[in-house]
Structures are given as structure tokens and as C-alpha cells.
T-cell receptor, first 116, second 113 residues
Framework: DTAVSQTPKYLVTQMGNDKSIKCEQNLGHDTMYWYKQDSKKFLKIMFSYNNKELIINETVPNRFSPKSPDKAHLNLHINSLELGDSAVYFC???????????????FGPGTRLTVL | AQKVTQAQTEISVVEKEDVTLDCVYETRDTTYYLFWYKQPPSGELVFLIRRNSFDEQNEISGRYSWNFQKSTSSFNFTITASQVVDSAVYFCALLEPYDKVIFGPGTSLSVIP
């Protein structure tokens, strides 16, 4: 059973297009995240949701919009894609951070986005 | 401000050698959590260990061991008798309560047969 799944695994698209990445976790976790990993392997958080509520919103262009229909799903929609958006995007989840967090995160397999 | 430094960008060792990956962190909090993750060539991120700031006991798991020293703000990771399957990028990470995880830049380990 896959704990955190993402679709698609690969996404190749033209500049200016709009695309979405879907994420689902079956771990019963309350908190989900989106991370961006650039070509130098730097991992940076983009967003975090706790029980469908946005709790972390880093300095990310507003072309990126996360949506959490329920606590098991966190999707990422990207408008007007740019060359610099090419990266690997990871979804992750962890147990409730309401008590101060500290729990490890479990990551999805990643979505490699290539913008041409 | 939180910061994680992994000074070794790339390390190469010959199989069966021991190797230590360094991690130095900065935090203002007395309560915090430290993690190590492994990213093999296949790309997934695998959780290895979690430590909270009140538990300075070293940990051993098979060929892996971790040395946590608050006095030097370090959380180093040693692989004993390295194997080719250990080749990966290893990330150290820091979390302050109610805040976001900060990842270090990663250390790329190559184990040569």
C-alpha cells in the first residue's frame, strides 16, 4: 500500500500552460506539505495544510495555488507555467502538528515537472 | 534564525569504508527536532531518524549510527562498512515547534565498489 502517492510522476508542458499535481495520503495524518526540489537538490517548503487549513505559505508566486478538499488530499495547481518552475515537486504528510509537531514527514515519490 | 549546514557537498568512499556525514544546526529554541533523510538515485525521500532536543543519546541502527551533541549543535551520521546501496544524497533537517522544517543542502555520498 502506497502511503503518500502523487500523480503524475512526470509532467512535460509548454510555458504558459496551467497544470495540476495531485497528492493523496492514506496514513491518517492531519498535516500535508508541498516541497520544491531544484536542480541542485535544495528542498524548500512551499505550503502546509493542517486539517484542510493553510498554515504555512512561503514566498511562492501566486501562480501556485494549493487546494485541500479533505485532510487526505492536497493538490497543487500552477498557472502560467514558467521555465523556472521546472523542478521536482514533493508532497509529504505528518501527524498532527497541533501539539507542537516534531513528527517526521513521509514523502511521496515526487513529480518531475519540465517546462519547455 | 534556523539554519542547517552540511559542509560536505560530495563524498566518495570505497565499499566497506566507514563514512561520517556532518550536520551542524542553528536554532534559538530549546525544544527542537532533528531528522535525517536519504534520497537514493531513484529519487524518493526516505526518513531515517528523528531526534528531539532533550534526548542526546546516540542511536545505532544496524550499520547506521547518529551522534547528537548539543554542545556543538551537531547531529552527525555515520555509516559503518559502507555498501554501494548507501549511495544517495543525505539530508539533515531541523524543525522548531509550530514552524517549518528546514533542510540542509544535502551531502551526496558515492560508494565505489
Amino acid at each position: 500500500d502506497t502511503a503518500v502517492s502523487q500523480t503524475p510522476k512526470y509532467l512535460v508542458t509548454q510555458m504558459g500552460n496551467d497544470k495540476s499535481i495531485k497528492c493523496e495520503q492514506n496514513l491518517g495524518h492531519d498535516t500535508m506539505y508541498w516541497y520544491k526540489q531544484d536542480s541542485k537538490k535544495f528542498l524548500k517548503i512551499m505550503f502546509s495544510y493542517n486539517n484542510k487549513e493553510l498554515i504555512i505559505n512561503e514566498t511562492v508566486p501566486n501562480r501556485f495555488s494549493p487546494k485541500s478538499p479533505d485532510k487526505a488530499h492536497l493538490n497543487l495547481h500552477i498557472n502560467s507555467l514558467e521555465l523556472g518552475d521546472s523542478a521536482v515537486y514533493f508532497c509529504a504528510s505528518s501527524q498532527d502538528r497541533g501539539a507542537g509537531g516534531g513528527h517526521e514527514q513521509f514523502f511521496g515519490p515526487g513529480t518531475r515537472l519540465t517546462v519547455l | 534564525a534556523q539554519k542547517v549546514t552540511q559542509a560536505q557537498t560530495e563524498i566518495s568512499v570505497v565499499e566497506k569504508e566507514d563514512v561520517t556525514l556532518d550536520c551542524v544546526y542553528e536554532t534559538r529554541d530549546t525544544t527542537y527536532y532533528l531528522f535525517w533523510y536519504k534520497q537514493p538515485p531513484s529519487g524518493e525521500l526516505v526518513f531515517l531518524i528523528r531526534r528531539n532536543s532533550f534526548d542526546e543519546q546516540n542511536e545505532i541502527s544496524g550499520r547506521y549510527s547518529w551522534n547528537f551533541q548539543k554542545s556543538t549543535s551537531s547531529f552527525n551520521f555515520t555509516i559503518t562498512a559502507s555498501q554501494v546501496v548507501d549511495s544517495a544524497v543525505y539530508f539533515c533537517a531541523l524543525l522548531e515547534p509550530y514552524d517549518k522544517v528546514i533542510f540542509g543542502p544535502g551531502t551526496s555520498l558515492s560508494v565505489i565498489p
